[in-house]
């Protein structure tokens, strides 16, 4: 007689699709955030760009987290912004008091996160970075953010993404005339 599935079996195979890069699901787990792991999205089409998600998602530009990575005199450092804004890189070097803050290289990013550009999530990372987060990002009550994959996202309260990510509140946002 053929066995029938047990109820986890089930749901691994129905959340298969849904899954977070592996060092994610993991880092949600140590942070006590498993239950994130049913909110997360996968998309069939690259959620790479913020303006991708948002469309996919069917959100605000704004309310996607863009995990960014810059070089602060050569040292890496997480910038979250909101999707519809440019980061500032002389608001972020006067922030950290740095000499020169520039846009880290792809082969920095991935080797600083583990994930590559597109795919970046706020936390869990393969090594600690300093993280700045800019305000504009707790004016929604959920933000979006890339769950490791350029596939796959995930929602969360935007003052608990910046606490996970030990991030530090800034005005880093590029300002438009």
């Known amino acids: 007689m053929p066995r029938t599935p047990t109820a986890s079996v089930l749901l691994m195979t129905a959340t298969e699709d849904n899954a977070a890069h592996p060092r994610f699901a993991e880092a949600l787990s140590e942070l006590g ?3 994130l792991n049913a909110r997360i999205r996968r998309f069939p089409d690259a959620t790479r760009t913020a303006a991708e998600a948002a ?11 863009k995990s960014l990575i810059f070089a602060a005199d ?18 972020v070097r006067k922030e950290l008091g740095a000499e020169k803050v520039t846009r880290a290289q792809a082969a920095v990013v991935r080797e600083t996160t583990g994930y590559a550009i597109g ?6 990372h393969r090594t600690r970075t300093r993280v700045l987060a800019d ?5 929604h009550d959920t933000v979006w953010a890339a769950a490791g994959t350029p596939y796959v996202v995930f929602p969360m309260a935007p003052e ?3 606490a996970h990510a030990g991030a530090t509140l800034a ?3 590029e300002q438009t005339a």
Request: aromatic share 2%; net charge negative.
């Open 171 to 173: 005005d880093v946002r």
């Open 55 to 65: 469309a996919a998602i069917g959100c605000e530009l704004s309310q996607i987290c």
């Open 119 to 124: 795919g970046v999530p706020p936390f869990g």
């Open 33 to 35: 955030l498993d239950e």
């Open 135 to 139: 305000r504009s990002l707790l004016a």
């Open 160 to 162: 608990s993404l910046v």
């Open 74 to 91: 050569g040292v890496p450092v997480l910038v979250l912004m909101d999707g519809a804004s440019r980061v500032d890189v002389e608001l």
